[in-house]
Nanobody
Framework: QVQLVESGGGLVQAGGSLKLACAAS????????AEWYRQAPGKERELVAS???????VYADSVTGRFTISRDNARTTVYLQMNNLKPDDTAVYYC???????????????WGQGTQVTVSS
């Protein structure tokens, strides 16, 4: 089992910045991918950024150039640096952690509790 604890949400004016953090604890495997999703009211949850433990990160088109996903040295805390925030970025942001014990193993999926980000115009 993996527990995810998120922090860093809040209220910010358009053009401002926020940094989200997601700390993973419990039984983590080296083969994992950490991701940030968001869900705005009345909309489906969407992928914002994805970072495998080894490999390139990917971003949604809407946040490319403004958001950066990163990890700490232990590779168990993932961050989302959000710059030049826009009102359309307002949503609940969720951390997602997927891991496998080996390449052909069953994927385990875990979600954080979500953190609210509100961008005022």
């Amino acid at each position: 089992q993996v527990q995810l604890v998120e922090s860093g949400g809040g209220l910010v004016q358009a053009g401002g910045s926020l940094k989200l953090a997601c700390a993973a604890s419990g039984t983590t495997f080296t083969m994992n991918t950490a991701e940030w999703y968001r869900q705005a009211p009345g909309k489906e949850r969407e992928l914002v950024a994805s970072m495998p433990n080894r490999g390139r990160s990917v971003y949604a088109d809407s946040v490319t150039g403004r958001f950066t996903i990163s990890r700490d040295n232990a590779r168990t805390t993932v961050y989302l640096q959000m710059n030049n925030l826009k009102p359309d970025d307002t949503a609940v942001y969720y951390c997602h952690w997927e891991q496998r014990h080996h390449p052909f193993g069953v994927a385990e999926n875990y979600w954080g509790q979500g953190t609210q980000v509100t961008v005022s115009s």
